[in-house]
Nanobody
């Protein structure tokens, strides 16, 4: 069993940068890929970024491409979402998730374990 805990987030002004991290613990040897999703108020959960567990492959949503990157810190089994040039529309609860397939995917149904979520608020 794998456990996921998100940290970071908070309040930032538009144009600023922020980082959210997700630490995986437990049977991390069984992780294939991880992803970040977000849910804005009144909206469905949407894909943001994903990374293969080796860190060799990544996928970024078009809506954040060029502003967000995803990386893995191998030593601590941590997935980090680096967010820059933030906009008020990036305000959301951000969730990390474990995929049951090895290819970083935008498909929410390919993720079977979710963290508790963490709030990111971008003020105008």
């Amino acid at each position: 069993q794998v456990q996921l805990v998100e940290t970071g987030g908070g309040l930032v002004q538009a144009g600023g940068s922020l980082r959210v991290s997700c630490v995986a613990s437990g049977r991390t040897d069984r992780i294939y890929a991880m992803g970040w999703f977000r849910q804005r108020s009144g909206k469905e959960r949407e894909f943001v970024a994903a990374i293969g567990w080796s860190g060799a492959s990544t996928r970024i949503a078009d809506s954040v491409k060029g502003r967000f990157t995803i990386s893995r810190v191998t030593a601590t089994n941590t997935i980090v979402l680096h967010m820059s040039s933030l906009k008020p529309e990036d305000t959301a609860i951000y969730y990390c998730a474990e995929a049951f397939r090895g290819t970083p995917s935008e498909n929410l149904s390919e993720y079977n374990l979710w963290g508790q979520g963490i709030q990111v608020t971008v003020s105008s």
